[in-house]
């Protein structure tokens, strides 16, 4: 999750005027004071537009939604008939103002003036439905875009305390705290991409052959592995590949020799996304979207970038597999929420039957307790049936080829007693 912080006017705009000082100049103070104390929270900032240079509407709105920005914070300083003051938020008509009244809410702490959160629509025909202020209009719905006017700088009693160092701190640090609560809030009851998978892959892998006998489950262990690299929850990843490619049977536009996984590029019957050399790779492409989704954090070191959609990705955007609706699914409304529930459901349906004993003991050898399976695997491979140590695959299903060669083995050993 990145913020962006523009600060209101510059260059050869000074905005508004107060005792002498232009807006501009005090708009720079507050957006790099409210900078350093998101960056203080472990908000990841965006400075690019904290400067006085001017930019038109066009460049500057196209600049918020190149920035890879999910918040930006536009600072402003008001200036009516020197009568009016207190601290104001200006949110998007589309939006609750959620963000807007977290912020008031915690500026009412200060004892500042407050005045209040509010939205204005367009009054123009042709911008009907849409918001009054451009930076809002012109970013939505890539970035949530609000003004902040810290108070009336033509206000004898808010520009004292609005040029006081004291009070710029304790107004920023208020702002900060708002939207951070809102960073939190957002993610309240939602499940996060990054962290430790719940289900085992034996959970997976007897989900997986109860619909599909025929795909290698040793697809679940490389989705264990890799998750592990990237610190992605590996069983709702595999849950996503199962759900893209209806569990493996790839019914869709995505072929099974792509090996995507999570049809990544794919959009329609012309397009059917993106293809990778190996399963290994196709999962770690997987991944990294996912990762790209999730975090702002680089690649982790020395692992290959598979995923060539990983650029396209605004970094951090969807830290929650909820938040994936309308960009890994479009329209994807409950895209998200499905994951979720089919992990839920194969939880429900396949049991971790090996609850929580990591095996590691000191001597495995010793301490492994022998598979029910591995008195016939022995006696079929003294009896020459059996050509190669089999005893680790004991539970992994067979290929109807393997079958077929180890019936006629049987079959000829027969031929040769009559
Ligand atoms: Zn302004």
Not at 131 to 151: A, C, H, K, Q, S
Not at 152 to 167: C, I, R, S, V, Y
Not at 206 to 226: E, H, M
Not at 324 to 353: D, F, Q, R, S, T
Request: hydrophobic share 35%; with cysteine.
């Amino acid at each position: 999750m990145r913020i962006i912080i523009d600060s209101g006017h510059g260059g050869k705009d000074p905005g508004a005027s107060g005792f002498g000082m232009k807006e501009k100049d005090l708009n720079l103070i507050f957006a790099n004071l409210l900078a350093t104390e998101l960056e203080k929270l472990n908000i990841d900032v965006d400075r690019s537009l904290i400067n006085d240079n001017y930019y038109s509407a066009k460049e500057l709105t196209d600049l918020i939604k190149s920035s890879g920005s999910s918040i930006c914070i536009s600072c402003h300083n008001n200036a009516f008939d020197g009568t009016a003051r207190g601290f104001e938020v200006i949110h998007s008509i589309h939006t609750n103002g959620t963000l807007a009244k977290l912020i008031i809410e915690e500026v009412k702490k200060t004892s500042f003036k407050v005045r209040r959160a509010f939205s204005r629509e367009s009054t123009l025909p042709s911008n009907a439905g849409e918001d009054y202020y451009y930076i809002i209009r012109l970013t939505y719905p890539d970035v949530e875009t609000i003004i902040v006017e810290f108070g009336f700088m033509d206000n004898a009693a808010d520009f004292k305390l609005l040029t006081d160092p004291a009070w710029q701190k304790k107004l920023t640090t208020a702002v900060a705290t708002g939207i951070s609560n809102y960073i939190t809030s957002n993610s309240i009851g939602k499940t996060s991409i990054l962290g430790d998978p719940v289900l085992t892959p034996d959970q997976l892998k007897s989900g997986l052959r109860a619909v599909n006998k025929s795909f290698d489950t040793g697809i679940v262990d490389l989705y264990y592995n890799i998750s592990k690299i990237y610190g992605v929850k590996a069983d709702l990843a595999f849950i996503q590949a199962i759900h893209e490619t209806n569990w493996l049977r790839f019914t869709g536009v995505v072929k099974p020799e792509q090996n995507n996984f999570s049809g990544l590029g794919a959009t329609g019957p012309n397009n059917p996304g993106l293809s990778f050399p190996t399963p290994e790779a196709g999962v770690e492409a997987h991944i990294q979207h996912l990762y790209a989704y999730a975090t702002t954090t680089p690649l982790p070191k020395g692992r290959i970038l598979y995923d060539t959609r990983f650029s396209l990705v605004r970094r951090g955007s969807a830290p929650n597999w909820e938040d994936l609706n309308g960009k890994w699914a479009v329209p994807g409304i409950g895209y998200g929420e499905k994951i979720i529930e089919m992990h839920k459901n194969i939880n429900e349906k396949y049991p971790n039957e090996t609850p929580s004993q990591p095996v590691t003991p000191e001597n495995p050898v010793e301490n492994q307790p022998t598979h029910w399976a591995k008195i016939c695997h022995d006696e079929l491979t003294a009896a020459g049936l059996l050509y190669s140590d089999h005893t680790s695959t004991l539970d992994e299903p067979a290929s109807k080829g393997i079958v077929f060669c180890l019936v006629n083995r049987i079959r000829k050993e027969l031929m040769k007693d009559e």
